[in-house]
């Protein structure tokens, strides 16, 4: 009699190991289903790159701020396999808005500019206007946060203010 309550333990046991198991991989999912649902839009700052609202510094690069209305800088690396994905999209981005001239920076051909600019990650967006004055800034990893970065400048909404109404 104790051998078969043993053996019916046993099993019960590892029953509720199999049922916990497979609600610990159901949770996991979910977990990964509301980080996609809710990942930040608009792009990370990270405590670098340039001050807001000052003058860009200049870049050895045939880049003139007056060229255009806006001047996208997107920094890079060779490394970087979020920047090789989101070059293109760039790219696209920038046949879209007249108004914006686009120009990569690549970390391996002008590491110079990354020191100017304070730039330690990549793929780092500089956004600055007409005047060569920095608009916006941060790390972007999706289309969607350069995206919302451009927007909100060419709409004139500084990020202190976009940050105010977030908060509120």
Request: hydrophobic letters at 45%; aromatic letters at 6%; charged letters at 20%.
């Amino acid at each position: 009699m104790t051998g078969s309550v043993f053996l019916v333990s046993y099993i019960m046991l590892w029953v509720a190991v199999l049922v916990l198991g497979t609600t610990v991989v159901a949770l996991l999912r979910q977990i990964g289903v509301l980080h996609l649902r809710v990942a930040p839009m608009g792009v990370h700052f990270a405590g670098e790159g340039p001050e807001l609202d000052q003058p860009a510094p200049i870049i050895d690069l045939d880049v003139d701020y007056a060229d255009a209305d806006l001047t996208l800088l997107a920094f890079t690396s060779p490394t970087c396999e979020i920047c090789a994905s989101l070059k293109p999209d760039l790219q696209r981005l920038e046949r879209h808005y007249d108004e914006l001239r686009l120009r990569f920076i690549g970390h391996e051909d002008d590491p110079r500019s990354f020191a100017e600019f304070n730039v330690r990650s990549t793929p780092y967006l500089v956004a600055i206007d007409g005047n060569g004055v920095v608009r916006s800034r941060g790390v972007a990893n999706t289309i969607d946060q350069a995206e919302e970065m451009l927007a909100e400048v060419i709409a004139g909404v500084s990020i202190a203010e976009a940050r105010a109404e977030v908060r509120s």
